[in-house]
């Protein structure tokens, strides 16, 4: 929100319509904030596999062995923690760089 100078005539209410206009004009994007929210919710799913994997019962987890080609619970777990964090990571990141890369088109194309 702007500061209130001396010679400008605009109120809060003004500032607040202005915000809803522009979500309800799709201007202002929420789905870089859902990414994120949605990153932390996978981030979390992926970490607590691989420490119940890591920790968890001696069991052959089949899809784990196609995955890793490991069939040590430690060493997959681990792995799991790691790269599926790292992955998941990028894929988030990749998304969200979309939205980066219209921010600044729309920014480049206000300054004509």
């Known amino acids: 929100m702007k500061k209130k100078s001396e010679g400008d005539d605009w109120n809060e209410e003004e500032t607040n319509n202005l915000d809803f206009s522009e ?18 919710m996978g981030m979390g799913v ?12 001696e ?16 060493i997959g777990g681990i792995i799991i923690l790691v790269l599926g964090n790292i992955i998941w990571r990028i894929c988030c990141e990749s998304l969200i ?16």
């Open 23 to 40: 979500f309800f004009n799709f201007k202002k994007m929420i789905t870089p904030t859902l990414i994120k929210i949605i990153y932390l």
């Open 46 to 57: 992926i970490t607590i596999f691989g420490i119940f994997i890591t920790f968890g019962k």
């Open 59 to 74: 069991t052959n987890f089949f899809i784990l062995n196609i995955i890793t080609g490991i069939s040590n619970n430690i």
């Open 97 to 112: 760089l979309l939205y980066e890369i219209h921010e600044r088109l729309k920014s480049i194309e206000g300054k004509d």
